[in-house]
């Protein structure tokens, strides 16, 4: 599976705009049916609200995609949300934004622009990661020479998850996955070839994403 973006948690954002309130509650869904669940959840918690509408992006490529408007005119709510996962290229993320109907209609360009800013403004409270699938390698090194490779581990984009200091040291490393080869090229390069290598386990690691 390649690397994915998706939100860094569970949580929700609320907007007043002429009054009515626009509140979107984001989650991650591994499935359509976690997903659905979701929208049911959220439906039931605002059962007094005017509309819940959603939308949600699943699976690798986002094979699945869905919108709903929940009332509002076609194309106003859903869409505007859908469109904004899709442009900030996340996955396995699903959308609701209830809407508490304040007695002043926006128009159709203003629903678009409401539903749009309230998820765009939700992604950037909650925040947005990068699950990348990592490699545990371990390093071991000479005494003498463990300074100098840890200098260079620091340096470098990769991350040292622990040490362990035995009769020599050795370094536990996360290295993306398409990158172990270069990795121990590096490590020769850095050590004059007096490393250790045992390459472990794989596991995802969740990084912040910029704004």
Same mark, same amino acid.
């Given at each position: 599976?390649?690397?994915?973006?998706?939100?860094?948690?569970?949580?929700?954002?609320?907007?007043?705009?002429?009054?009515?309130?626009?509140?979107?509650?984001?989650?991650?869904?591994?499935?359509?049916?976690?997903?659905?669940?979701?929208?049911?959840?959220?439906?039931?918690? #605002?059962?007094?609200?005017? #509309?819940?509408?959603?939308?949600?992006?699943?699976?690798?490529?986002? #094979?699945?995609?869905?919108?709903?408007?929940?009332?509002?005119?076609?194309?106003?709510?859903?869409?505007?949300?859908?469109?904004?996962?899709?442009?900030?290229?996340?996955?396995?993320?699903?959308?609701? &934004?209830?809407?508490?109907?304040?007695?002043?209609?926006?128009?159709?360009?203003?629903?678009?622009?409401?539903?749009?800013?309230?998820?765009?403004?939700?992604?950037? #409270?909650?925040?947005?990661?990068?699950?990348?699938?990592?490699?545990?390698?371990?390093?071991?090194?000479?005494?003498? &020479?463990?300074?100098?490779?840890?200098?260079?581990?620091?340096?470098?984009?990769?991350?040292?998850?622990?040490?362990?200091?035995?009769?020599? &040291?050795?370094?536990?490393?996360?290295?993306?996955?398409?990158?172990?080869?270069?990795?121990?090229?590096?490590?020769?390069?850095?050590?004059?070839?007096?490393?250790?290598?045992?390459?472990?386990?794989?596991?995802?690691?969740?990084?912040?994403?910029?704004?």
């Amino acid at each position: 599976m390649k690397n994915y973006r998706t939100i860094k948690e569970y949580g929700s954002h609320e907007l007043i705009i002429k009054k009515s309130r626009f509140i979107c509650t984001l989650r991650r869904t591994e499935s359509e049916d976690e997903a659905q669940a979701f929208i049911e959840e959220m439906k039931k918690e #605002h059962w007094k609200a005017n #509309h819940n509408c959603s939308a949600y992006l699943i699976g690798e490529n986002n #094979h699945i995609q869905r919108a709903s408007d929940d009332g509002e005119p076609s194309g106003t709510a859903g869409v505007p949300m859908l469109e904004v996962l899709k442009k900030r290229r996340l996955q396995n993320v699903t959308a609701v &934004v209830t809407r508490y109907f304040g007695g002043t209609k926006l128009g159709a360009g203003g629903l678009i622009r409401a539903y749009g800013q309230v998820t765009s403004e939700a992604l950037n #409270h909650i925040g947005i990661v990068e699950k990348q699938l990592q490699q545990f390698v371990a390093v071991t090194v000479s005494y003498p &020479v463990s300074g100098k490779l840890q200098n260079r581990l620091e340096e470098s984009a990769y991350t040292i998850h622990s040490t362990d200091y035995t009769a020599e &040291v050795t370094f536990h490393c996360l290295i993306p996955a398409d990158k172990t080869d270069i990795f121990k090229r590096e490590i020769i390069e850095w050590t004059s070839a007096q490393a250790a290598f045992q390459v472990g386990a794989k596991a995802w690691i969740e990084v912040p994403v910029e704004k």
